[in-house]
């Protein structure tokens, strides 16, 4: 009798194990993959990882990944519109549709030196990712939404008198690069202050680079 009750505890056990491992969330595994892979990528460059380094990482199953993503490159895809999505959500999000110039080109800024702190593979990965020409459609960063948004304020700046440049791609650039610079030498570890701390004078310094 005892050796009965053993059995179906087990095999009761094993079977809910089974139903809770099947009941995870499809999304939540599949996010898990690109972050890993993302990081991954970042770390090693997109040639130095393979699906193995992602499964030992992610903790999800070869079988899994290639459920989700037919390839490598389906995969690195998927990260990159992944990446592009979240910071223009984020970016939206903040934006409430009567902010002035200043006020948007502020709000960006901010948003890249809290990702900077919160997320540094993800900011990494969105403005200095280099695939070596190994994979083909990929629109450059800077014609993608978060950007093209940008770039729109950028021309009502400038037809609005705010804004002295009167060439929008070079004003976003006397601007955003001051800020991509601070990003690029505080993941590197050469600027040890927070972006936080001092996004104030990236903003003041942006600014005072393109206004009228």
């Known amino acids: 009798m005892y050796k009965v009750t053993s059995f179906w505890n087990d095999h009761s056990f094993h ?5 809770k491992i099947r009941t995870i969330n499809p999304e939540e ?27 030992k990482a992610s903790g999800v199953s070869t079988g ?18 992944q990446t ?19 006020e948007v080109l502020k709000t960006f800024t901010e948003l890249v030196c809290e990702l900077t ?3 540094p593979s ?10 070596g020409g190994s ?10 939404e978060p950007f093209r948004l940008l770039q729109s304020h950028l021309k009502r700046g400038i037809t609005q008198g705010e804004i ?13 690069g001051i800020t991509i610079r601070a990003a690029e030498l505080r993941m590197d570890g050469l600027l040890t202050q927070p972006l936080t701390d001092i996004s104030d004078v990236l903003v003041e310094n942006g600014w005072n680079a393109i206004k009228s």
């Open 15 to 19: 079977y809910d194990t089974a139903m």
């Open 29 to 55: 595994k599949t996010d898990k993959v690109i972050r890993t892979a993302r990081r991954l990528f970042v770390e090693n460059g997109y040639c130095g990882v393979s699906i193995p380094d992602i499964v």
């Open 64 to 81: 899994a990944i290639y459920s989700y993503f037919k390839d490598k490159e389906t995969l690195a895809k998927s990260i990159h519109t």
């Open 84 to 102: 592009i999505d979240e910071f223009h959500a984020l970016f939206q999000q903040r934006l409430g549709g009567e902010e002035t110039v200043y």
């Open 117 to 119: 702190e919160s997320e």
């Open 122 to 131: 993800m900011m990494k990965y969105m403005l200095f990712m280099n695939h």
């Open 135 to 144: 994979i083909s459609d990929f629109s450059p960063v800077c014609t993608t």
């Open 164 to 176: 002295r440049v009167k060439d929008y791609i070079i004003a976003g650039l006397s601007y955003t």
